[in-house]
């Protein structure tokens, strides 16, 4: 017998800088949508990493990026600063779900997780990337493109035409 998941019910919020999207980040998106009932994709201004694309250019290649993927149940809202505790605590969603493609993201991501449980009691989920998209990192695609190598295969294909048009 089967039943709905507890999770079915809850907003859960995607946070990331997603300068630029790539499909690691696309991949944890679709399968979050699928297990949370809504999933609010946060593109947020990171201080530690160089601004590439805008945020409103951020949120429209995600946006197309998610349709053109046929990815339902996820939107996109953008926020140039701020705590994500308090965006959570905004957009009603007591759940952050985050991808890791190893134990560096792991090491990185989890003193914020604790940090942000301690501030409001919302709970970080982890989610395991897919192995053959392990390699791939926002900084490797932007660093591909800006040196002529090949990135298309990395990234949805509204990125892919964004950082063509670029060059
Ligand atoms: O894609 P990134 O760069 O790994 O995303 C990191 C991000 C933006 C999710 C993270 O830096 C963040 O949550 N920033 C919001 C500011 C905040 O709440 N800082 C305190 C964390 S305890």
Redesign the pocket.
Known sequence: MTSASPLSTVRAVC????DPFHLGHLDVVRRAAAVFAELVVLV???P??PGRFALAERVRLIEESLAAAGVSGARVVGAAG????DHCRELGAGVVV?GVRGPLDLG?ET??AV??RQ?TGVETLFLPCAPELSHVS?SLVAELAALGGPYADLVPAPVAAALASRA
């Open positions: 946070p990331g800088s997603f947020l201004a990171n530690a990493k701020g705590l994500l505790v985050k990185y003193p914020m940090r942000n501030m926002s």
